[in-house]
């Protein structure tokens, strides 16, 4: 009869008023839940850390009790709290069963990267126990496989600086219009490896590579000539069309489902010509389509 009667106050409590908005941000450790809540406390959101996924409700029941004045709530969850994916996930559904918009933020990085964390602070990962640094590494990544998958963004901090990754999130939370979806546009060249955080992927290796050409070689898709060629070939106007359609659906989609953010990659080789070419029209057609478009070229220069 407890839980039944919380349930019943919380949406009692909430019923007529607007309830809280409410971010959990969760992920690796090492990847940069701390300064991710860092971020969203500088844009005046309530930031709980460490929170058990089993308080998210009293949490929002609090928030709904201050008449407005704690709008938005962000919890921090970690994978020490326990059963932790059963729990996280069961309440996140329960959440959105009462028309509460929580939405899940997951925070990834490299195997290579969290390791050189770790040993750069000289602290033991939370599950590591008896074993190597790699052995709690693999256990949490396992552990937390389900929440990722029903992540509404990912974001891989491999290549992030503490900076860069807090410029990110204010990027997606700085502002209070909702509605709009929100795209990252990534270029990346495949023998570099594919970006962790796409939800989408699109190779352009297809067309033929301004590599080969001589006096294009030094230059990238950003520069006019690169780009006349690469539009000039057979299939490339066809697939922006062509996707850009797709993406239309897509982004549909995601938004009746809650998702408001997504990070469409555009490969090719080395990722400095045709990819990068690609992306920057790309990024035009999202636009004209009314999203809010961040445009990053990922391997230009590591050629």
């Known amino acids: 009869m407890g839980d039944d009667q919380t349930a019943g106050d919380l949406s009692a409590e909430l019923s007529g008023e607007l309830p809280p908005e409410i971010v959990i941000v969760t992920g690796m450790s090492g990847a940069g839940r701390s300064t991710a809540a860092r971020a969203l406390e500088d844009l005046d959101w309530f930031v709980v850390d460490n929170l058990p996924p089993g308080l998210l409700p009293t949490m929002i029941?609090?928030?709904?009790?201050?008449?407005?004045?704690?709008?938005?709530?962000?919890?921090?969850?970690?994978?020490?709290?326990?059963?932790?994916?059963?729990?996280?996930l069961s309440t996140v559904e329960e959440l959105r069963r009462r028309g509460i918009a929580a939405r899940v933020?997951?925070?990834?990085?490299?195997?290579?990267?969290?390791?050189?964390?770790?040993?750069?602070?000289?602290?033991?990962?939370?599950l590591q126990g008896d074993g190597r640094l790699t052995d709690g590494i693999s256990r949490e990544r396992e552990t937390l496989r389900a929440i990722r998958g029903?992540?509404?963004?990912?974001?891989?901090?491999?290549?992030?600086?503490?900076?860069?990754?807090?410029?990110?999130?204010?990027?997606?939370?700085?502002?209070?219009?909702?509605?709009?979806?929100?795209?990252?546009?990534?270029?990346?060249?495949?023998?570099?490896?594919?970006?962790?955080?796409?939800?989408?992927?699109?190779?352009?290796?297809?067309?033929?590579?301004?590599?080969?050409?001589?006096?294009?070689?030094?230059?990238?898709?950003r520069d006019e000539p690169v780009r006349e060629y690469v539009l000039a070939q057979t299939g490339a106007k066809e697939m922006l069309d062509s996707y850009a359609e797709v993406l239309r659906l897509v982004i549909s989609g995601y938004q009746r489902e809650g998702k408001h953010y997504m990070t469409l990659a555009i490969g090719c080789t080395g990722g400095k010509h045709r990819s990068v070419a690609m992306a920057e029209q790309f990024g035009e057609r999202l636009r004209e389509q009314g999203v809010e478009v961040h445009v990053v070229h990922r391997d230009v220069g590591r050629e």
């Not at 490299?110 to 602290?123: A, N, P």
């Not at 503490?162 to 204010?170: E, F, P, R, S, Y």
């Not at 709009?180 to 190779?203: E, I, T």
């Open 105 to 126: 933020v997951f925070l990834e990085a490299g195997d290579d990267t969290l390791v050189r964390r770790f040993e750069s602070v000289r602290r033991p990962h939370p």
């Open 61 to 88: 029941d609090l928030a709904g009790r201050t008449q407005g004045a704690v709008p938005r709530v962000a919890a921090v969850v970690d994978v020490r709290s326990m059963a932790f994916t059963e729990d996280l």
């Open 150 to 221: 029903e992540a509404d963004l990912v974001i891989d901090t491999s290549q992030l600086n503490v900076h860069q990754l807090k410029a990110k999130v204010i990027g997606f939370f700085g502002d209070a219009e909702e509605a709009r979806p929100r795209a990252n546009v990534v270029s990346f060249g495949y023998k570099h490896g594919l970006p962790v955080d796409a939800d989408l992927v699109l190779d352009c290796r297809f067309l033929p590579n301004p590599h080969w050409v001589p006096e294009l070689r030094a230059m990238n898709g």
